[in-house]
């Protein structure tokens, strides 16, 4: 049913910007929050950013905190993560989370994950 499908990833410099995109379906898109979380063997999973776009909220880790920006395109059920000034410490797969309840405002929890896309800071 539901289907969360991230795209995007690469390998990119250090300074450099790449946009993560997530299309989902199989759900009423605008009536719940979507996360990006980032997993790497040495730190596990780590929250990145949130957005509630029914009541127009985002947040974000302190981390990516004014180089990353979250947005959705509720016409096509899209989901996108823009980075800007990449550091090698950004170096992660992304995947794209759905909050589990409808119109929910607390952080979590998460029901369905993507793929997840593969993002590589390096020179």
């Known amino acids: 049913e539901v289907q969360l499908v991230e795209s995007g990833g690469g390998l990119v410099q250090p300074g450099g910007s790449l946009r993560l995109s997530c299309a989902a379906s199989?759900?009423?898109?605008?009536?719940?929050?979507m996360s990006w979380v980032r997993q790497t063997p040495g730190k596990g999973l780590e929250w990145v950013s949130s957005?509630?776009?029914?009541?127009?909220?985002?947040y974000y880790a302190d981390s990516v905190k004014g180089r990353f920006t979250i947005s959705t395109d509720n016409a096509k059920k899209m989901v996108y993560l823009q980075m800007n000034s990449l550091k090698s410490a950004d170096t992660a797969v992304y995947y794209c989370a759905k909050h589990s309840w409808e119109k929910g405002i607390t952080a979590g929890p998460y029901d369905y994950w993507g793929q997840g896309t593969q993002v590589t800071v390096s020179s």
């Open positions: 199989g759900f009423t898109f605008d009536d719940y929050a």
């Open positions: 957005i509630y776009s029914f009541i127009s909220v985002t």
